[in-house]
Nanobody
Framework: QVQLVESGGGLVQAGGSLRLSCSAS????????MGWYRQAPGKQRELVAR???????NYVDSVKGRFTISRDNAKNTVYLQMNSLKPEDTAVYYC?????????????WGQGTQVTVSS
């Protein structure tokens, strides 16, 4: 099985910055993509940012220009640099990994890390 461990969440003031990290370990074969989702109380989980094995990157519109996703392939680690944080960014952030095993795709989730932005 695959384990995803997140770190870097916390409490910050509006306009501040946080850097989230997610390290993957376990039965890793061929990673298709790693990314970050978030879920606020009363809302559905949404994709925040994702980077594929080929380097393609997607962001949700609300974070474009403020968040940056990056990866360290040698360490199977993905990062999310969050700048100019807003109270609306408050949510539990989840790391996500998709990998291919014998032409099938599997998906894994981290435990989540809380990000709270005060006004």
């Amino acid at each position: 099985q695959v384990q995803l461990v997140e770190s870097g969440g916390g409490l910050v003031q509006a306009g501040g910055s946080l850097r989230l990290s997610c390290s993957a370990s376990g039965r890793l074969f061929s990673i298709n993509a790693m990314g970050w989702y978030r879920q606020a109380p009363g809302k559905q989980r949404e994709l925040v940012a994702r980077i594929t094995s080929g380097g393609n990157i997607n962001y949700v519109d609300s974070v474009k220009g403020r968040f940056t996703i990056s990866r360290d392939n040698a360490k199977n680690t993905v990062y999310l640099q969050m700048n100019s944080l807003k109270p609306e960014d408050t949510a539990v952030y989840y790391c996500n990994l998709r990998q291919r095993i014998m032409q099938s795709e599997y998906e894994y989730w981290g435990q989540g890390t809380q990000v709270t932005v005060s006004s």
